[in-house]
């Protein structure tokens, strides 16, 4: 079944504990995405990936790093959680700048406390 | 940046009734989509148009580029259309960039 998964679907963390969320996706997508969902604020992109060691920042990467060593994952990693980073996040996936339709995963709810 | 408009922010409706969402967008894009956020939170694209008008099902779309704004329509809704439905665009062809709307809430009784 194609699909982009994300683990852990739930996380409860503290201050200043790095965390990583995982992303995959088995459709040999180019283009992957992560996006966080705040209440009144909508869907936020963080990060980008055009391809392999192609990353660029989206509209709100401070406090989050990416990687993409291989096409089929591109983790989002916190390395200093803070509070403001409690929200809803996604991943998502495109086949290319011709084909640019976006598949999600189901989503992370990341709380930090 | 380029900003997104969605309007209404919030429309309930009764089974069967036919609904019109709006997307407006202040410069010119090549990327247009709509998604559909489902009560369980579930994003599912519903069409790429940055362009022309597409139709799959009950669901049909219009992006009319040189004014710069896009419609979803949904004839006959049912109640597992409720959810919150986005525009996102961009300026690039490809997905990067990817600017989001508020999103229309719609909440449909049966």
């Known amino acids: 079944e194609a699909q982009v998964t994300q683990n852990p679907r739930y996380l409860i963390t503290v201050t200043g504990k790095k965390l990583t969320v995982t992303c995959s996706q088995n459709?040999?997508?180019?283009?992957m995405s992560w996006y966080r969902q705040d209440p009144g604020l909508g869907l936020r992109q963080i990060y980008y990936?055009?391809?392999?060691?192609?990353?660029d920042k989206g509209d709100v990467p401070e406090g989050y790093k990416v990687s993409r060593k291989e096409k089929r994952n591109f983790p989002l990693i916190l390395e200093s959680p803070s509070p403001n980073q409690t929200s809803l996040y996604f991943c998502?996936?495109?086949?290319?700048?011709?084909?640019?339709?976006?598949?999600f995963g189901p989503g992370t709810r990341l709380t930090v406390t | 940046g380029i900003q997104v408009e969605q309007s209404p922010p919030d429309l309930i409706l009764q089974e069967g009734a036919n609904s019109t969402l709006r997307c407006n967008f202040s410069?010119?894009?090549?990327?247009l989509q709509w998604f559909h956020q489902n009560p369980w939170g579930q994003l599912i694209n519903l069409f790429y148009?940055?362009?022309g008008t597409k139709q799959n099902g009950r669901l049909s779309a219009t992006t009319v580029a040189t004014e710069r704004y896009s419609l979803l329509y949904i004839s006959s809704s049912q109640t597992t259309d409720s959810g919150v439905y986005f525009c996102?665009?961009?300026?690039?062809?490809?997905?990067?960039?990817?600017?989001f709307g508020q999103g229309t809430r719609l909440t449909i009784n049966p």
């Open positions: 998502a996936s495109s086949l290319s700048p011709k084909s640019p339709e976006q598949y």
């Open positions: 459709m040999n997508h180019e283009y």
């Open positions: 990936s055009m391809n392999v060691e192609v990353t």
């Open positions: 410069d010119s894009v090549n990327n």
């Open positions: 148009i940055p362009s």
């Open positions: 996102a665009v961009s300026q690039w062809e490809g997905a990067q960039k990817l600017v």
